[in-house]
């Protein structure tokens, strides 16, 4: 979808979006207070993305809650496609699927379309995806997924089972729904037009190997919104449960408004960078909502709605107190552009020296999470 200023498909998000407007546009719901409450019924806390509102909307979440009251687990579904490598903002909703596999004791099916961003990417090669299949396959793994509850569905690899079922979707999606949903046109590639179907499958192959229906809830960044939106239809019409979606707000660009994003390198800081690197791009790229003279900081107070270091602190630093600390601080003026940088400098290079350690270590385990068929 596209306002004034900015425009988010599962390719493309640029400008300053809009949420309020998309929840209105897309038909979705906010998540409110009465659903946080009956969340925490089952986990008794509740993951800071959801207190600080990062994860901010659903699709039939309380229709899944209902099912879950009546003793029907539901399984997970995420995923990432490879066309680069992690950066931040891809985490974020991978740790909270984290925090749901432990909470609810659920399966997770991970799709890695290995396909998709050849599709869409002019200059991308399949070696290039092979390549970085194997990167971003690390990094899911280095965030402690339980390799007895984790599937990870490799789309070339899986063809067979995928193809199957992806065909029953194909045939129930028109080229107008495409075409109005994503903008296609006679130009576009028929790889692209027929990609929807595969992204669709994982959210319910659990209930065709099982053949009984299994309820599914799928944590996603917001620009992956419009595939479930038109499959979700789809698959009820095929016999299976809709699937409950819940949507998170994208981790900005190092420059301010719009998403961190693979394709564009200065935009994010990747999860194989190094401390220099950090460093080098947090003090030359991060767009900082500090005043132009430390006199003007001191008397008018910055903008950490705006600020790039404050916003990765919010998405990632679990810690309430830390991250309210700082907000106060900064819009009052006490705290200075300069020593926030150097704070989520800090920050970023211990949250990743643990994260390249497990990155390691999961080199030998790639395989426990690949599913057999
Ligand atoms: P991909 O590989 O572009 O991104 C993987 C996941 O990361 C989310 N994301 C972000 N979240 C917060 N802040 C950001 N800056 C940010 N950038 C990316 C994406 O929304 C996504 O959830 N087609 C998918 C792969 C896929 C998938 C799925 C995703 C296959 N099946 C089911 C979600 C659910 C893709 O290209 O994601």
Redesign the pocket.
């Known amino acids: 979808m596209a306002g004034k200023d900015f425009k988010v498909t599962?390719?493309e998000?640029s400008g300053e979006v809009d949420y309020d407007r998309i929840i209105k546009d897309f038909g979705i719901q906010k998540i409110d207070e009465v659903l946080l409450n009956r969340i925490k019924k089952y986990t008794k806390d509740i993951h800071y993305t959801l207190r600080r509102k990062i994860f901010f909307a659903h699709r039939d979440f309380n229709l899944l809650l209902d099912k879950y009251e009546k003793g029907e687990k539901f399984f997970l579904?995420?995923?990432?496609?490879?066309?680069g490598m992690v950066?931040?903002?891809?985490l974020?909703?991978?740790m909270f699927t984290k925090w749901l596999q432990d909470k609810f004791n659920c399966d997770l099916w991970f799709?890695?379309?290995d396909e998709?961003?050849f599709l869409f990417k002019e200059k991308l090669t399949l070696e290039d995806t092979e390549k970085y299949l194997k990167e971003?396959m690390l990094d899911v793994i280095a965030l402690g997924f339980d390799p007895k509850k984790t599937k990870f569905l490799i789309d070339t690899l899986h063809a067979k089972l995928l193809y199957k079922q992806a065909v029953r979707v194909a045939k129930k999606i028109t080229f107008s729904t495409v075409k109005a949903t994503f903008g296609f046109g006679g130009e576009t590639n028929i790889g692209a037009i027929f990609?929807t179907a595969?992204?669709a499958v994982?959210?319910f192959l659990p209930s065709v190997l099982t053949g009984r229906n299994i309820p599914c809830l799928?944590?996603?960044?917001?620009?992956?919104d419009p595939?479930?939106r038109i499959s979700r239809d789809v698959i009820v019409k095929l016999g299976y449960y809709n699937p409950a979606i819940i949507h998170?707000?994208?981790?900005?660009?190092l420059q301010g408004p719009g998403?961190?994003?693979?394709s564009i390198v200065e935009s994010?800081i990747y999860t194989t960078d190094d401390p220099k690197t950090v460093e080098m791009k947090i003090k030359k790229h991060a767009f900082s909502g500090g005043q132009p003279t430390i006199e003007e900081h001191r008397k008018k107070g910055g903008n950490p709605d705006i600020d790039s270091c404050y916003q990765i602190l919010n998405?990632l630093e679990p810690d309430d107190k830390k991250v309210t600390k700082i907000y106060n601080d900064y819009k009052s003026g006490k705290l200075l552009t300069g020593k926030l940088k150097e704070i989520t400098i800090e920050f970023i290079n211990k949250f990743l020296k643990e994260h390249q350690k497990k990155r390691e270590q999961a080199r030998k385990l790639v395989d426990k999470y690949i599913y057999k068929d």
């Open positions: 599962p390719w998000v579904y995420t995923g990432r496609a490879p066309s950066h931040l903002g891809h974020v909703p991978w799709q890695f379309p998709e961003k971003n990609y595969m992204q994982p959210a799928v944590p996603l960044g917001f620009d992956q595939h479930f998170c707000r994208f981790m900005p660009s998403k961190m994003s693979a994010g998405y």
